[in-house]
């Protein structure tokens, strides 16, 4: 399928996904019309009109090279991410992690893109796929009606929703540092997160009024919604998870164990760890305390923590519907629709979690759309890789209903041999480096078109 050098090519929606996509095609030589609604449609989580604005959190994952962030880190920088190096000289203090500064980061990659001499920034709703040609659909989470009901006739069947609930970011000098302390769970690496330690007493009495608060009711398009009861596993609402059980925060966001309170010397009963949020690290994330309580309770309940009593919020938390494909019925593990070669998706769409996987998945549509402007077949990558473990899982997992699914190392195939427990990690990040290395001499890079 030979694409006209002088029709760009459409990137439909500028979030991580369709920005990395956009690049990438940009920097192959392709001309890129790249479509963004916001600020002209405003969606019910975004506060910026930035490009690849992040939502939910501002960490990209442990950077440790045996971990499955840093793992998945290095196979982006081995694919030429373009998004990966402005994240890191974007990042702020974070321990073992990456994180970034969400404002910085934004700006940072829309001054990019608005630079690029090959990348057409269009700030317009797209309310319909291209019926032919080359095109990257990368709408995220909250792809707008009118184009996921053109998606939905696309695909012959309904689509799925879940909700995805977003943290609180409390002001830094607000915090009463008599009681909350800096320290890294275990004393490893540098204290970068501030911990809120409480005994058995005020936790329990946290977890009370709780489960007592008020929520938001759902907004008319999300109540509406037939599957609005259906909550995604990996970020469900602190009030979900304590009415599964009164322990349940404590042995989950609220883990206590390896921090060791200097005003007792001993492990508080439970913890909420504040990650910070921006450079100068006046705002921190309350880490794993994504919520859908009214705005009122949130304030009220959260000030009853130690160290609170004063709090100042840069922002509470909320909860917003969020969309994807059945992708294992609709694409490739190249993200191909497996009915329109040249059609590929990217994103949170396709049912790919975490800040990293969202990247990569841009990074692979856009692969798979390089090759067919180029006339070749697209290639999946190896699925001892976690990039290609989590394309092949969204492609071909047998689940059903299909959910979700971030990259870890237990999508990856079974090591050769017997590798002890401890040293697995280790090895199945030495084994996708190698891999990726060996099919990148194969296929090589993507080549850019002879004129400009």
Not at 25 to 47: S, W
Not at 99 to 112: E, I, L, M, P, W
Not at 156 to 177: K, N, Y
Request: hydrophobic share 40%.
């Amino acid at each position: 399928m030979a694409g006209s050098m002088s029709r760009p090519i459409p990137v439909i929606g500028a979030g991580l996904a369709g920005s990395e996509a956009a690049l990438q095609l940009a920097d192959a030589g392709f001309p890129v019309r790249l479509y963004e609604m916001r600020p002209v449609q405003p969606t019910a989580a975004h506060q910026t009109h930035h490009c690849a604005e992040l939502v939910c959190s501002n960490s990209l994952g442990s950077k440790l090279p045996d971990r499955a962030g840093g793992c998945l880190q290095a196979e982006l920088r081995a694919l030429d991410c373009k998004l990966l190096p402005v994240a890191e000289a974007c990042s702020v203090p974070a321990g073992q992690a990456l994180a970034v500064d969400r404002d910085q980061f934004g700006a940072h990659v829309t001054a990019v893109i608005e630079a690029h001499p090959r990348v057409e920034l269009v700030r317009e709703e797209v309310q319909a796929i291209p019926r032919e040609g080359v095109c990257v659909v990368a709408t995220g989470p909250l792809t707008s009606e009118a184009l996921a009901a053109d998606i939905q006739s696309l695909a012959g069947q309904d689509q799925l929703a879940f909700f995805d609930a977003i943290a609180p970011v409390v002001h830094g000098d607000s915090l009463d540092r008599s009681i909350v302390f800096a320290a890294s769970r275990w004393g490893k690496g540098t204290a970068d997160y501030l911990n809120v330690p409480l005994n058995e007493e005020e936790y329990e009495r946290f977890v009370d009024a709780l489960l007592a608060a008020e929520k938001h009711e759902l907004k008319d398009f999300e109540a509406a919604d037939p599957r609005a009861k259906q909550f995604f596993e990996r970020c469900l609402p602190i009030e979900i998870l304590a009415a599964r059980g009164r322990d349940t925060l404590r042995y989950g966001p609220m883990r206590p164990v390896g921090l060791d309170d200097p005003r007792t010397g001993r492990w508080p009963h439970a913890v909420l760890q504040l990650r910070t949020e921006n450079t100068e690290g006046t705002l921190w994330n309350m880490v794993g305390f994504q919520t859908n309580l009214r705005y009122g309770e949130q304030e009220q309940l959260f000030r009853s923590l130690p160290g609170l009593a004063e709090a100042e919020f840069a922002r509470l938390g909320s909860m917003h519907r969020n969309t994807f494909l059945d992708a294992p019925k609709l694409l490739t593990p190249q993200l191909e629709w497996r009915e329109r070669p040249g059609l590929s998706f990217a994103g949170q769409i396709t049912g790919m979690e975490g800040y990293l996987g969202n990247i990569g998945s841009g990074l692979v549509a856009a692969r798979s759309a390089i090759a067919r402007l180029q006339q070749r077949e697209p290639q999946p990558l190896p699925r001892t890789t976690l990039l290609g473990a989590l394309t092949h899982h969204v492609a071909e997992s047998p689940a059903e209903p299909f959910q979700p699914m971030k990259a870890e190392f237990g999508l990856l195939p079974p090591l050769p041999g017997r590798v002890r427990k401890k040293e697995r990690k280790a090895a199945y990040a030495a084994r996708s480096a190698a891999d990726l290395a060996a099919h990148l001499r194969h296929n090589g890079a993507p080549a850019a078109p002879a004129h400009p």
